[in-house]
């Protein structure tokens, strides 16, 4: 069960990742664009795990570009961090939109 989990951040990490990025890709109005799909390739902490036996570690003062790297016999993940923002900032904009769009509809009709 340890390296099911184990496996489950290891995938985990960088499909949030891709998804903040695509987010970033598809906001209409985002400025730096290209900023915050950088910014979702960052993550902070390094949680890993060696799959033979299940014995795990956590370093938090990690910060980690693209990921943690592999290595053969280990699960490794880090704490999207960049993701997690870069899809906060992407939603906030999309909202901000969205209800600009409303208040313009209504002083039209």
Request: aromatic share 12%.
């Amino acid at each position: 069960m340890p390296q099911t989990l184990g496996l489950l951040a290891a995938l985990t990490s960088p499909l949030v990742m891709f998804v903040g990025l695509f987010l970033v890709l598809r906001t209409p109005g985002l400025k730096w664009r290209i900023a915050w799909a950088v910014l979702c390739f960052i993550g902070v902490g390094a949680f890993w795990m060696r799959a033979s036996d299940g014995l795990w570690g956590f370093v938090p003062a990690a910060i980690n570009i693209l990921g943690t790297g592999q290595q053969a016999g280990f699960y490794k993940a880090s704490l999207p961090v960049g993701a997690l923002v870069s899809i906060f900032i992407c939603v906030s904009v999309r909202r901000a939109r969205l209800q600009a769009a409303q208040r313009r509809e209504n002083t039209e009709a």
